[in-house]
């Protein structure tokens, strides 16, 4: 998390110029090919500056995916409040949308410390599970656990199909697509 109450502007800067290296050298090459000097390099910093705010590309890259995931739950909880509508899920899109460099870039990053991915996989499923008991708590399919897991899968899914071609996601028309493509694939019993 960059400071909240740094008021020095070298400082912000900083961060902001070490952070967008790192995402600048993921669109380029695998995260474990990447080195420090590359990150200073490119954020055009020394190595003093670096390791004085970080330890390494490790804590680098888990500062801002932690960062990334607290702005990703509340997200994720305005989308499954008791209240939220299409109306709801319109205005939290383009918020996603103007992250999508960083959200590509991190989604990269896959070891056993960080996964940002899987975090936002599991974030999806427990709202929807969660929604799923609070609309009806007396719902006890056996299913339902599929149904979070399938809708989680959808949802990312078409994040990153969207994201990928550069294109704002289209939230009213997912349900219609996601209709479709049922219609497609189903299997009548003979």
């Not at 995260?31 to 804590?59: C, D, H, M, P, W």
């Not at 940002?116 to 056996?142: C, E, H, R, T, V």
């Not at 899968?153 to 049922?182: C, G, H, K, N």
């Amino acid at each position: 998390m960059l400071p909240e109450k740094t008021t020095d502007r070298r400082i912000i800067k900083s961060h902001r110029d070490i952070r967008a290296a790192l995402v600048d050298l993921l669109h380029e090459k695998p995260y474990e090919n990447i080195t420090v000097q590359e990150i200073l390099n490119r954020a055009l910093i020394n190595r003093n500056t670096f390791y004085k705010y970080y330890s390494g590309k490790s804590a680098l890259a888990g500062a801002m995916i932690a960062d990334f995931k607290r702005q990703y739950a509340d997200l994720v909880r305005q989308r499954f409040s008791g209240h939220a509508d299409l109306s709801t899920l319109l205005q939290l899109a383009p918020e996603l949308f103007s992250q999508r460099k960083l959200l590509l870039a991190l989604w990269k990053i896959e070891s056993k410390r960080h996964h940002l991915y899987a975090d936002m996989f599991a974030l999806i499923k427990q709202g929807f599970w969660q929604q799923m008991q609070q609309k009806n708590p007396q719902y006890q399919s056996d299913n339902a656990g599929y149904q979070a897991e399938l809708y989680a899968t959808l949802a990312l899914t078409s994040v990153r199909y969207y994201f990928e071609r550069d294109l704002p996601l289209p939230v009213a028309q997912l349900s219609t697509i996601w209709r479709e493509m049922i219609d497609v694939a189903d299997v009548q019993a003979a």
